[in-house]
């Protein structure tokens, strides 16, 4: 089985299936077109698969010309038909891993997801699960559904981990410019799973175990947010001393070792670095160990919108206004510069309690036209405002939550009546700096 396998993927005739079409995956079927496999998207959200099917990209890096071409071609066959699933030599998982609400891991779709391809599993298939999650996953969650097929890993099937590192924004690193961490079941499995990477991302680095490439995932995003955490409760020291920390910070970067810079902000963003540290911590805890410093870098990251509301709050007052009946213009709610990507967004936390708190919200993304509906946020079901000088000028406040490249921040900072800055973005403005307060 592994032969023939290993034939298929060095001739690139393997057929490339890839189970989860969000912000990890549709690039990866960018990686394996483009390295010349023709490859099957799977997705429960048949609205995703009718715009892929008739040529249409909802991430915005993705070109929709790009979409349509290879759908035409049939380079990239998106389908909801789970049936479909044994038409593909390789499997690779890239499904969500949420947390509770409790802060524990949530497998349910990485478990659905098993069970599905458990159902439909044939010899000769390499099941790669690509979603972050804790060390032990593969072996003691995925392994054992699969195993319910009656085909034996290792002999019959083959099974790895290999984290995504996807990057949304950064245009130094697609999804095949990254270095791929691949970690096998068995030998046989790593093997397999090494080769087939290796035509589409430009190295890869083999560990020995599932569980190594596991936690290798979580530590560099725990490693992002202990650190985030870190300046984050420096700023807010550092406003109490008057001492403006981004300055603090660019200077300490001129040291040309031992410091790394990391900068604060309304709070985390994205589906990994908020979500990640809580997945080792409960798996300490599950082994009796506190995790203290995660634990800690958790707390303050997720107690910065309240922080900032606070800022606000006080600006607002030192003006003659209550934060009750203001109009607060957010000024980004992707989760990151330059994205078209909301999730987790501090956005959201920093408009429900705005929200709570009486004042009336508005805002403006070039990158998300509206809000989306959430599950875990109370916010208003808003549009983005067109940002004029009028609209500008008729907010009580201006709160820069995400300083995407294309704002003009001079331009802002002249026609606002007063602003939050939670990104340092208006460092360079000359005209209104009066009327600017950092947060």
């Given at each position: 089985?592994?032969?023939?396998?290993?034939?298929l993927i060095?001739?690139?005739?393997?057929?490339v299936?890839?189970?989860?079409?969000?912000?990890?995956?549709?690039p990866?079927?960018?990686?394996f077109?483009?390295?010349g496999f023709?490859?099957m998207g799977?997705?429960?959200d048949?609205?995703?698969?009718?715009?892929?099917?008739?040529g249409?990209?909802?991430?915005g890096?993705?070109?929709?010309?790009?979409i349509?071409s290879c759908?035409?071609?049939?380079?990239?066959?998106?389908t909801s038909?789970?049936?479909?699933?044994?038409?593909?030599?390789?499997?690779l998982?890239c499904?969500?891993?949420?947390?509770?609400?409790?802060?524990?891991?949530d497998?349910?779709y990485i478990e659905?997801?098993?069970?599905?391809i458990?159902t439909?599993l044939?010899?000769?298939?390499?099941?790669?699960?690509?979603s972050?999650?804790?060390p032990?996953?593969?072996r003691?969650?995925v392994l054992?559904?699969?195993a319910?097929?009656g085909?034996?890993?290792?002999q019959?099937?083959?099974l790895a981990?290999?984290p995504e590192?996807e990057?949304?924004?950064?245009p130094d690193y697609?999804?095949?410019g990254?270095?791929?961490?691949?970690?096998?079941?068995?030998p046989?499995?790593l093997?397999l799973?090494?080769?087939?990477y290796?035509?589409?991302?430009v190295?890869t680095?083999?560990v020995s175990?599932?569980?190594?490439a596991?936690?290798?995932?979580?530590?560099e995003?725990?490693y992002r947010?202990?650190n985030i955490?870190?300046?984050?409760?420096?700023?807010?020291?550092?406003?109490?001393l008057?001492i403006?920390?981004?300055?603090?910070?660019?200077?300490?970067k001129t040291?040309p070792?031992g410091?790394?810079p990391?900068?604060?902000?309304?709070?985390?963003?994205?589906h990994?670095?908020p979500?990640?540290?809580?997945?080792?911590s409960?798996?300490?805890?599950?082994?009796?160990?506190?995790?203290?410093?995660?634990?800690?870098a958790?707390?303050?990251n997720t107690s910065m919108?309240?922080?900032?509301?606070d800022?606000?709050?006080?600006?607002l007052?030192?003006?003659?206004k209550?934060?009750r009946?203001?109009?607060i213009g957010?000024?980004g709610?992707?989760?990151?510069r330059?994205?078209?990507d909301?999730?987790e967004?501090?956005?959201?936390?920093l408009m429900?309690?705005?929200?709570?708190?009486?004042?009336?919200?508005?805002?403006?993304d070039?990158y998300i036209p509206?809000?989306?509906?959430?599950?875990?946020?109370q916010?208003?079901?808003?549009?983005s405002q067109n940002?004029?000088?009028?609209?500008?000028a008729s907010?009580?406040?201006i709160?820069?939550?995400?300083?995407?490249?294309?704002?003009?921040?001079?331009?802002?900072?002249?026609?606002a009546?007063?602003?939050?800055?939670?990104?340092?973005?208006?460092k360079?403005?000359?005209?209104?700096?009066e009327?600017?307060?950092?947060a």
């Amino acid at each position: 089985m592994s032969k023939h396998l290993a034939n298929l993927i060095a001739q690139k005739q393997a057929v490339v299936g890839i189970v989860g079409l969000g912000y990890v995956g549709l690039p990866l079927i960018r990686a394996f077109v483009k390295a010349g496999f023709r490859t099957m998207g799977f997705d429960v959200d048949q609205t995703k698969i009718n715009k892929l099917r008739s040529g249409e990209s909802y991430i915005g890096h993705i070109e929709s010309s790009w979409i349509a071409s290879c759908v035409e071609e049939e380079r990239f066959q998106p389908t909801s038909d789970m049936s479909e699933l044994p038409q593909s030599d390789v499997l690779l998982i890239c499904v969500p891993t949420p947390l509770t609400d409790s802060r524990d891991p949530d497998l349910q779709y990485i478990e659905s997801t098993a069970q599905q391809i458990a159902t439909e599993l044939r010899a000769g298939q390499l099941i790669v699960l690509e979603s972050t999650t804790y060390p032990g996953t593969t072996r003691e969650v995925v392994l054992p559904i699969l195993a319910q097929s009656g085909l034996k890993v290792g002999q019959d099937f083959f099974l790895a981990y290999s984290p995504e590192r996807e990057d949304p924004g950064n245009p130094d690193y697609s999804a095949s410019g990254i270095p791929k961490v691949i970690g096998g079941i068995d030998p046989q499995s790593l093997k397999l799973a090494a080769d087939l990477y290796s035509h589409a991302v430009v190295s890869t680095v083999q560990v020995s175990s599932c569980e190594v490439a596991e936690a290798c995932k979580i530590v560099e995003n725990t490693y992002r947010s202990v650190n985030i955490a870190m300046v984050n409760e420096l700023k807010m020291l550092f406003d109490r001393l008057d001492i403006d920390v981004w300055e603090v910070i660019d200077a300490a970067k001129t040291k040309p070792f031992g410091f790394q810079p990391f900068y604060p902000g309304p709070g985390l963003g994205g589906h990994c670095i908020p979500i990640d540290p809580f997945y080792l911590s409960w798996l300490a805890r599950k082994h009796g160990m506190p995790t203290r410093f995660i634990e800690l870098a958790g707390e303050i990251n997720t107690s910065m919108p309240k922080y900032v509301v606070d800022r606000v709050t006080d600006a607002l007052n030192d003006s003659g206004k209550a934060l009750r009946r203001s109009r607060i213009g957010i000024l980004g709610v992707a989760y990151k510069r330059d994205v078209d990507d909301p999730r987790e967004s501090p956005a959201f936390k920093l408009m429900e309690i705005l929200s709570q708190k009486g004042a009336i919200l508005s805002y403006n993304d070039p990158y998300i036209p509206q809000l989306p509906s959430m599950r875990h946020y109370q916010v208003p079901e808003l549009t983005s405002q067109n940002l004029t000088p009028e609209y500008i000028a008729s907010q009580d406040c201006i709160l820069i939550v995400t300083d995407h490249s294309s704002y003009d921040f001079s331009f802002i900072t002249q026609h606002a009546a007063l602003i939050i800055d939670t990104r340092n973005a208006t460092k360079n403005a000359v005209v209104g700096r009066e009327r600017i307060r950092k947060a």
